[in-house]
């Protein structure tokens, strides 16, 4: 909670995003992020300004698409954000897979490096809002479906058109919504497979040929720890993480607020600096 006379005030990280705008708020005195809150894109504005309410102008920093467009004390790519933070909380993170509202940016730690699929959408939280509002369901309710597929329907493309004339041809069907989206996050995950680095996709496989090995010792206890997280929106689907878990075989985790990694980590780049 904000409290308004605290004297060591707020350091206030905004990730002005495409599809949300979101806002953390660090109090520099009790060291953690005591608010978190998010309005849609384009009521960024306003969330602009309450910022500005709660700290002086020099202590509000801006990540996000649209973070040059308000005045701030600083700004930084989502990339920086996502990777401050993630080295701040969990320092064995390699990979950072960050789906977002429009794009997937798939940042890998150690090389400094990170690969942007912004060419097509699927995957990324409007493809499946698009898919949730043709089937008459919220985003959010993707994950129970997921969980309550029993037979998971197959989706070859990985295109967001042609998947999605595929699930509406397997509708019509009659094939049960809750195997549609299992299929459809199995689909998504292997795209986004796609795009993590070679390193990480050998890990996956020896990972594997571990577990294949274990199984046939009958050991229990497979060490899975492998530093790789799940960032923005669509990591709340835990429908699509743990088709991607099942895709990668490794071990996804995912923090407690994914959404808001990036505002955090906006606050957090600037927390030593000022
Ligand atoms: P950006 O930073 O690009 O604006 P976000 O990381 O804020 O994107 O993610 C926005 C997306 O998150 C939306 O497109 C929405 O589909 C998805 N999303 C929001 N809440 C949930 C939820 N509870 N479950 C699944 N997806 C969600």
Redesign the pocket.
């Known amino acids: 909670m904000v409290r308004k006379n605290e004297r060591e005030g707020y350091i206030i990280g905004l990730?002005l995003?495409?599809?949300?705008a979101?806002m953390a708020v660090f109090s520099s005195g009790r060291k953690r992020f005591v608010q978190l809150k998010?309005c849609p894109?384009h009521k960024y504005r306003e969330l602009y300004e309450e910022a500005l309410d709660i700290a002086s102008v020099q202590s509000i920093f801006c990540t996000?698409?649209h973070r040059n467009s308000v005045p701030s004390g600083g700004t930084i790519t989502?990339i920086v954000a996502a990777s401050t933070w993630a080295k701040k909380r969990y320092p064995n993170t390699e990979v950072i897979i960050?789906?977002?509202?429009?794009?997937i940016k798939i940042i890998d730690i150690p090389r400094n490096d990170f690969r942007l699929n912004d060419k097509c959408s699927a995957g990324?939280?409007?493809f499946?809002?698009l898919f949730a509002s043709r089937f008459g369901v919220e985003?959010?309710e993707?994950?129970n479906l997921h969980k309550k597929s029993t037979s998971p329907a197959s989706i070859t493309s990985t295109c967001a058109v042609f998947a999605l004339s595929e699930v509406i041809s397997l509708s019509v069907q009659g094939v049960r919504i809750e195997d549609i989206v299992a299929g459809l996050h199995k689909a998504l995950a292997k795209r986004i497979f796609s795009f993590v680095p070679e390193r990480i996709k050998e890990m996956s496989k020896s990972r594997r040929n571990q577990d294949a090995s274990a199984k046939l010792k009958k050991s229990s206890s497979v060490e899975k720890e492998t530093g790789v997280i799940c960032?923005?929106?669509?990591a709340?689907?835990t429908g699509l993480v743990s088709a991607l878990k099942d895709v990668l075989g490794l071990e996804i985790k995912v923090p407690k607020n994914p959404?808001f990694v990036?505002a955090m980590g906006a606050a957090l780049f600037f927390v030593d600096n000022i």
């Open positions: 990730d995003g495409s599809t949300a979101k998010e894109a996000g698409y989502e960050d789906i977002g509202g429009q794009d990324t939280g409007a499946l809002e985003v959010s993707l994950g960032i923005g929106g669509p709340m689907n959404k990036n």
